[in-house]
């Protein structure tokens, strides 16, 4: 059986919404759950919400690492933190997976300097799953990594093939480099160095995509620097916000358009139920020793049972072992 390690104590909602997210699981996936924080806290809450927790480990953990911390202190003051202990019990194969709604840069720290990187990987990448016209696609770098050479590109550009490939279910995934014009000479040297590896790479790249293509299904998986990947991440959700509070508006505006609303209500629930980011799960950090999800720092228990779920595929599909492979492909093509 699947054993997911569920950081207790990460995210805005923590421990409530972590416990209910992770009973949810236990009761629906057929995963053993593994709750890491302050074990008294965590029964009293479950106490509190008369939660039964069947199914589910607790292992101690005395501190929380606080978001304000600078990311570095996971592995050094923040050792005891239920973020620091749950990456350990997952390098010490004590469980399969590890979701945290904690600190992001701790939490890309941790997973490098206390589970590890996977053989080969030069860098771990923040991915954050997209919603789009037909379908959904990976960004990565989402903000791992504000810099990176064009190796570290590349290896993106596979790992979110293994991923697309093996959860997603898609044959061949189109890998495309997020760019300022379509043309194979534009960008910095980075994108045109970039272009060129990826031409040589096992990957199927299909060229430069802007930015403003991104809705538009032209990828499956979208590769850039954590710095210009986050950049594109934090636009792409703020307009979501900002179509969603438009359309709202729209449709309550008077008795006609509450009229419409009331016709058109299906469609606009799978439009919203699209962009709602609690569907999906969460950010994958691709590359590490074991699967690691990243929750959103403001996830309900609906969230964290899907991260949880997300988790649970990753380890069932062989993403990290696809990824390996991958690797294998691309040295000897070197």
Do not use: W
Not at 10 to 24: F, K, M
Not at 48 to 71: C, M, Q, R, S, Y
Not at 238 to 258: C, E, R, S
């Amino acid at each position: 059986m699947i054993n997911v390690i569920v950081d207790a104590f990460g995210g805005d909602n923590a421990p409530d919404a972590v416990i209910e997210g992770s009973i949810l699981a236990v009761q629906n996936l057929g995963v053993k759950v593994t709750l890491v924080g302050d074990e008294k806290l965590i029964n009293e809450a479950a106490e509190k919400h008369n939660l039964v927790l069947d199914g589910i480990d607790v292992v101690h953990a005395d501190t929380v690492f606080d978001i304000h911390e600078e990311p570095t202190e996971i592995i050094k003051s923040g050792k005891t933190s239920s973020m620091a202990v749950g990456l350990g019990l997952l390098h010490d194969g004590k469980g399969d997976a590890f979701v945290s709604a904690g600190s992001t840069g701790a939490l890309v720290v941790g997973a490098t300097f206390i589970a590890k990187r996977l053989k080969g990987v030069k860098r771990a990448a923040l991915a954050p799953i997209m919603p789009a016209k037909d379908g959904y696609f990976m960004l990565l770098d989402g903000g791992a990594n504000t810099e990176c050479r064009p190796e570290a590109l590349v290896q993106f550009g596979l790992m979110g093939s293994a991923y697309m490939e093996k959860v997603m279910g898609i044959k061949e995934p189109r890998v495309g480099l997020l760019n300022i014009g379509a043309e194979e000479t534009k960008g910095r040297e980075l994108e045109i160095e970039t272009y060129r590896l990826l031409e040589k790479s096992p990957v199927n790249f299909v060229g430069n995509i802007e930015a403003r293509d991104m809705p538009f299904s032209k990828c499956d998986v979208l590769v850039a620097d954590g710095y210009t990947g986050n950049i594109a991440l934090k636009l792409y959700e703020g307009m979501g916000l900002y179509f969603g509070k438009t359309l709202k508006n729209m449709l309550t505006k008077n008795l006609k358009t509450k009229i419409a609303a009331g016709l058109l209500m299906d469609q606009v629930n799978e439009f919203k139920k699209k962009m709602d980011y609690s569907e999906v799960g969460g950010a994958v950090l691709m590359g590490i020793q074991g699967t690691v999800i990243k929750a959103h720092g403001s996830s309900d228990g609906k969230a964290f049972y899907n991260a949880i779920r997300q988790a649970k595929e990753c380890v069932e599909t062989g993403v990290s072992e696809r990824i390996s492979s991958y690797l294998e492909m691309q040295k000897g093509a070197e």
